[in-house]
């Protein structure tokens, strides 16, 4: 019988940076071992799992390898060094990620010492027929861009009639090109949908304060999954060590969906109804967008969608205690119109110039949210905000407007300005920069569209929870996207670093 690839066993322990504690002692070991070398053969059966996932780790030292090889080499100059926890009981090789080195000096004591975060990050670059490796490594300093969040675990203590959101969070790269108004996120090169799926899922944890082994179903909507086939649900399930977990496996329902820009909108539905199931045995459910939108370089059949592509995702919790906005409402609307669109095997996407405005976006945006409102008996005026899909500035104010929204209802929503239109992720940043913001109490109506087409409208209403959890968050929009440590990148870097590794 062949042992399982070493993909798979590094993964396992390195994605979620599993390590092992002896419960004699208290000694720590970065590998796998079933007995402790202080105390021996008495600790047989006395090792215990821990995870460093969520943990603040101090990078004690390191060093500048000014010339990779190998499967390095896309990386370019890069930072090791070997990082600290608990105190220094142990200690780990480490890569500082989300660092462009230039051909200055390299000074290592301006960062060790420093604390620093985990990251889930690909390990190196493989060919295209290879398991892309991923690991949790690498490191981001904890004191600027992507702030230490503690991971607490917080009992629930209301349940609600009507299922909802019960934690949320957002992510995106903390390096921008900006061209004009629009600015746009960059992933670095270690990143791609899956990375910024499970940040965002992360996020949503710590601000529900759930523990993660009671979500019973994951959905990641994406439409630039890395593989052509195999899910990347699975690999977000078991990062996140979502579902109760046996040996090395989750008990958890992972699936992934694609619809264009509306993979993850389609699914709240979803989450809605299981959670509000009794049979189903689900108490929560989680969906994720997230998108390194794609897009032809300019100059190439498909290459104007460049001036808008961005990077990032969002994560939301569903369920029925602790909720911080119900669902009151949904209506969907579909049509076979082929707006936009990537043939198999085709690295970048297509789409149908002006057919893509009136006979697509507007047309379904105009219908789901028209409808919505009829089935609920509301008018623009009933909403504190309107959230629409935002795959560039014009058309979000444009049909905003046309439905009787005011600017201070759904300005607050479009973020693509900001971070760029991240496809499966658009709407759901909109909505989260919402929730950031919103009152109790309040009606909020989110419309998302996705080509092909499609429409989702849902009519959300604010509970008290919203104000009660906001303390728990670092991490918001505002954060993301005002903040004094996002890096400028020139057009050249901005294409090398969407390519990845």
């Known amino acids: 019988m062949s042992s399982e ?14 390590s092992i504690r002896c419960n004699i002692c208290g000694k720590e070991y970065f590998e796998v071992r079933d007995y402790c070398g202080k105390c021996g053969r008495k600790s047989y059966g006395k090792m215990d799992n821990i995870s460093l996932f969520y943990d603040k780790g101090k990078l004690e030292f390191c060093t500048l390898i000014d010339e990779p090889t190998n499967k390095f080499n896309k990386l370019g100059r890069y930072i090791f060094g070997i990082v600290s926890f608990h105190n220094g009981k142990i200690r780990v090789p480490a890569r500082i990620t989300d660092q462009i080195l230039k051909d200055d000096p390299f000074d290592p004591t ?20 290879e398991v892309i490796p991923t690991i949790s490594l690498a ?19 209301k349940d609600y009639e009507l299922p909802g959101i019960v934690g949320y969070g957002s992510y995106s790269s903390r390096f921008r090109i900006k061209e004009g108004d629009i600015e746009r996120a960059v992933p670095y090169i270690d990143e791609d949908s899956v990375t910024a799926a499970v940040e965002a899922g992360k996020h949503a944890l710590i601000h529900a304060g759930l523990d993660s082994s009671l979500i019973g179903k994951i959905y990641v909507g994406s439409e630039s999954n890395p593989y052509a086939v195999k899910p990347i649900a699975s690999k977000v399930a078991q990062v996140l060590q979502l579902g109760e977990q046996t040996d090395d496996l989750q008990s958890i329902d992972a699936i992934d969906t694609e619809f264009a820009c509306k993979a993850a909108t389609s699914m709240f539905k979803d989450a809605c109804a299981l959670v509000n199931y009794p049979r189903s045995n689900i108490n929560y459910a989680m969906v994720i967008g997230a998108d390194n939108s794609q897009a032809a370089p300019r100059g190439y059949p498909g290459g104007e969608l460049d001036a808008f592509v961005g990077y990032g995702g969002a994560a939301y919790i569903f369920g029925k205690k602790d909720v911080i906005a119900e669902i009151e409402n949904w209506y969907s609307c579909t049509s076979d119109t082929p707006d936009f669109w990537r043939r198999d095997g085709e690295q970048y996407p297509m789409h149908g110039g002006r057919y893509t405005g009136d006979p697509a976006y507007h047309k379904h945006i105009r219908k789901a949210a028209k409808k919505m409102m009829e089935k609920s008996n509301m008018k623009p005026g009933d909403f504190a905000y309107f959230v629409p899909h935002q795959p560039n500035p014009t058309f979000p104010a444009r049909i905003a407007k ?71 968050q670092k991490i918001n929009i ?21 390519q990845g590794m």
Do not use: W
């Open 5 to 18: 690839p070493i993909e798979r066993r590094v993964s396992y322990f390195g994605d979620r940076l599993r």
């Open 110 to 129: 301006k960062l060790e010492g420093r604390e620093v975060t985990p990251r889930f990050r690909r390990r190196y670059a493989v060919e295209k027929n």
């Open 139 to 157: 490191f981001t300093l904890a004191d600027e861009y992507y702030p230490h969040q503690e991971y607490k675990i917080i009992q629930p203590t």
């Open 402 to 472: 046309e439905l009787g929204f005011k600017e201070e209802q759904y300005m607050p929503a479009i973020q693509m300005t900001k971070i760029g239109n991240t496809y499966s992720g658009a709407a759901l940043i909109g909505l989260a920069a919402i929730l950031d913001i919103a009152k109790p109490d309040e009606h909020i109506l989110v419309t998302s569209y996705g080509s092909g087409a499609g429409s989702d409208s849902y009519i959300l209403r604010t509970t008290k929870q919203i104000t009660e959890k906001r303390s728990r």
């Open 478 to 498: 505002k954060t993301l996207t005002e903040n004094q440590y996002i890096e400028y990148i020139d057009y050249p870097t901005y294409r090398r670093l969407k």
